[in-house]
């Protein structure tokens, strides 16, 4: 059963990433039409998507940029304006440029609450993307506000108990961890797990993700023995979606680089390092790897403790 659910996983990624493969390829035997007319802003956007929601956003980047440059010029509704501003802040708080992100999503906040209401469930998955930005910015309060705000509007739409509130927890599970409160970001984790359990199921590449960040919660505390096997579960799922060498794969490795040193393996520690800075490397995304080598530094300093300790 695990291996046809993940099988299943992949296989919608697969498909996505085709698509963009095969309509790339059509553009090309279609140049000349394309010299006469640019594309919409919505098709530049959605293939945008596509390579975001494989975690390509170099590849994303430009697409996405297109997209927003030809909204602003063009006759666009301000619903897909909106939604290219904030595509974009979004691609920008991964790449780590959070001043251009917030920007960019409080100006898309804005024009989405004039659309559709400020307690529209849109509005709410945007105050995720804004609160995920204070959060790396530091902006603790802010990030708390902003998460609570998202939250008093879906749960005025649903349950508290149902499945959409799932992201919601993890939001203020990640901002609880950012802050050092790891019994609350535990009990938020462990929330969000109850909600998607039944209805995604312990195979499930979210699920997996969800357990990936519990498991690296445990790690910080010290608590590897009960890490270990949510961890183990989570690279399994990971490395048969993605593919055992993908990037997205890297903060598993990490964390399992801890688990390895905290039992004295220091050659599979420093192997899944390795690993892990090759496979962010291949992307060419330079901030991304010079994030990831400072996570190595504190992993590699950790095991100098242990070595002073022993």
């Known amino acids: ?41 919505k098709t530049l956007r959605s293939m945008a998507r596509v390579y975001m929601a494989y975690g390509d956003y170099a590849k994303a980047q430009p697409l996405a940029e297109q997209a927003l440059a030809s909204a602003k010029t063009k006759a666009t509704p301000d619903s897909e304006l909106c939604l290219c501003m904030i595509d974009l802040a979004y ?56 998460i609570n705000k998202a939250i008093t509007i879906m749960l005025a739409c649903h349950p508290a108990d149902e499945p959409v509130m799932a992201p919601f927890k993890i939001d203020m599970a990640e901002l609880a961890v950012a802050e050092g409160d790891f019994e609350k970001a535990e009990n938020y984790y462990l929330q969000a797990l109850d909600l998607i359990g039944s209805s995604y199921g312990k195979d499930h590449l979210y699920t997996a993700n969800v357990l990936g960040g519990l498991a690296e919660l445990y790690t910080t505390q010290g608590r590897f023995t009960e890490a270990e096997p949510l961890i183990n579960h989570a690279r399994a799922v990971q490395e048969i ?17 801890k688990i390895c040193q905290a039992k004295g393996d220091y050659l599979e520690a420093e192997r899944l390092l390795h690993r892990a ?13 010079a994030k990831l080598q400072q996570r190595i530094g504190q992993i590699r300093g950790q095991k100098q403790i242990a070595y002073k300790q022993s």
């Not at 800075?277 to 790897?289: L, P, R, Y």
Request: a positive charge; proline letters at 2%.
């Open 277 to 289: 800075a090759a496979a962010v490397e291949k992307t060419g995304d330079m901030t991304a790897s």
């Open 1 to 41: 059963m695990l291996m046809i659910m993940i099988q299943k996983s992949r296989n919608l990624v697969f498909a996505a990433v085709l698509s963009i493969i095969l309509l790339n390829s059509s553009f090309a035997g279609e140049k000349t039409a394309l010299e006469r007319k640019t594309l919409a802003p």
């Open 91 to 146: 691609l920008y708080f991964n790449q780590n440029r959070l001043d251009e992100a917030e920007q960019l999503c409080i100006t898309g906040l804005n024009l989405q609450e004039k659309i559709y209401t400020k307690d529209h469930p849109y509005v709410a998955y945007t105050l995720r993307t804004l609160g995920a930005i204070y959060r790396d910015q530091g902006k603790f309060a802010q990030a708390r506000a902003t």
């Open 241 to 257: 979606v993605y593919g055992s060498e993908h990037y997205l794969v890297a903060p598993a490795w990490l964390t399992t680089a």
